[in-house]
């Protein structure tokens, strides 16, 4: 049932409107740079969580590992990538990361090239996991076990494990920080209207968050406390390809303009923070300011969100230390290549169409400006200075 639905989401994202989200994104998953009004992402040397000195690679062990990651145009990716390449190699293994730019055909060449070099292991992190199926086939008939990162390898029997955030309690998370920020139970019936940028059908990550958010959601929707004036509160309405900025922004742009002439909006339910700065740059062009600025929600804690979190232009966003997620499939890579079980915590909610993959959830932690210098900074993963500089 769930391969069912999410072909059918993928089909929804190749017809849809331009004022929703999922066809829209289509065509601008290959455009050129954001527009000027859209927030930049920090410079990579800047976004980088600080990073001790790299400590000199082990001794080789003859193993390699090959690390597929699918762009470096949001920061979280680069993060991963470098961290676990630094701890694959403080290991002994010899590491190839390599990006795609989400670009799915480059993403096999590059699983094909890894599988001809003869690496020992294979860390997966997917543009578009139904494009991957033959190619992690070879890998099977190679006898190179895989390991995916962070999004589920769908429709393959080749995947040994599965290293990810609960994502449902990302979504989960988001709702209850917009039930908390928005004061839901005390506005009862009120009508606080709300607009929902979700993330892309492609990954099966973005379903199991929207059915978190909405887990919390629906209650209000349904009493009249929340309005969606658009109309759009299904994933398959809300849904952006490939998680453009550039979609979200338009989107946002269009629900303003077409439903929000005479009354203001006050939540934005994003998935993501680039979306987040995308529909920041849409509310800016509106004219709203800090008198009628909505509440925002994100995902992933990236360095401009902080900021905006700092500044009160971004309510929240969901903090996923990537650094223990890359640690953790580490372990994995190192117990599968050892003949060893790695540790896993779930056995039950990943079936990918042909195999329930054990899993191992690292647990997401809501951000606001009122916690973010206890988690953020004091948890190590940025400094004060590149917060507030």
């Known amino acids: 049932m769930k391969k069912k639905i999410l072909s059918a989401l993928l089909s929804v994202a190749m017809v849809a409107s331009l004022l929703v989200g999922c066809g829209a994104a289509k065509e601008e998953a290959a455009a050129p740079a954001a527009p000027a009004a859209t927030e930049e992402a920090a410079p990579?040397?800047?976004?980088?969580?600080?990073?001790?000195?790299?400590?000199p690679a082990a001794e080789s062990n003859g193993k390699s590992v090959g690390v597929a990651m699918p762009t470096q145009s949001s920061e979280r990716w680069i993060n991963d990538g470098a961290n676990m390449k630094k701890e694959l190699e403080a290991l002994g293994y010899t590491v190839d990361l390599q990006y795609a730019e989400d670009d799915v055909q480059a993403?096999?060449?590059?699983i094909e090239n890894m599988i001809a070099s003869g690496v020992s292991c294979l860390v997966i992190a997917a543009i578009d996991s139904s494009a991957l199926v033959n190619v992690e086939a070879q890998a099977a008939q190679a006898g190179i076990p895989i390991i995916a990162y962070d999004r589920l390898l769908m429709d393959t029997d080749a995947v040994s494990y599965y290293a990810t955030f609960d994502n449902k309690g990302v979504g989960t998370a988001i709702g209850e920080s917009i039930k908390a920020g928005a004061d839901l139970d005390n506005h009862k019936g009120e009508g606080l209207t709300v607009e929902f940028l979700m993330g892309s059908p492609d990954d099966n990550n973005a379903l199991f968050l929207y059915n978190g958010l909405m887990e919390v959601l629906q209650p209000y929707l349904d009493d009249g406390t929340l309005v969606c004036k658009s109309g759009r509160t299904s994933f398959e309405d809300t849904c952006i390809l490939r998680w453009s900025q550039e979609t979200a922004q338009q989107n946002m742009e269009n629900y303003l303009t077409g439903f929000y002439a005479d009354q203001k909006l006050d939540?934005?339910?994003?998935?993501?923070?680039?979306?987040a700065y995308g529909a920041k740059a849409a509310l800016e062009g509106a004219g709203y300011t800090a008198e009628d600025?909505?509440?925002?929600?994100g995902q992933d804690c990236e360095l401009m969100a902080v900021k905006n979190i700092a500044a009160g232009s971004q309510y929240s966003s969901i903090y996923k230390d990537t650094r223990l997620l890359a640690a953790k499939c580490v372990t994995m890579v190192q117990a599968v290549l050892e003949g060893a079980e790695p540790e896993i915590n779930d056995t039950t909610q990943y079936n990918n169409g042909k195999i329930v993959v054990p899993s191992y959830l690292c647990t997401p932690q809501n951000v606001t400006k009122e916690n973010y210098e206890e988690v953020i900074i004091g948890g190590g993963y940025y400094t004060a200075d590149q917060i507030n500089g």
Do not use: K, N, R, Y
């Open 44 to 55: 990579a040397e800047e976004a980088a969580a600080p990073a001790e000195e790299a400590a």
């Open 107 to 110: 993403q096999v060449s590059q």
């Open 267 to 275: 939540i934005v339910a994003s998935a993501f923070d680039g979306f």
């Open 293 to 297: 600025w909505p509440l925002i929600t």
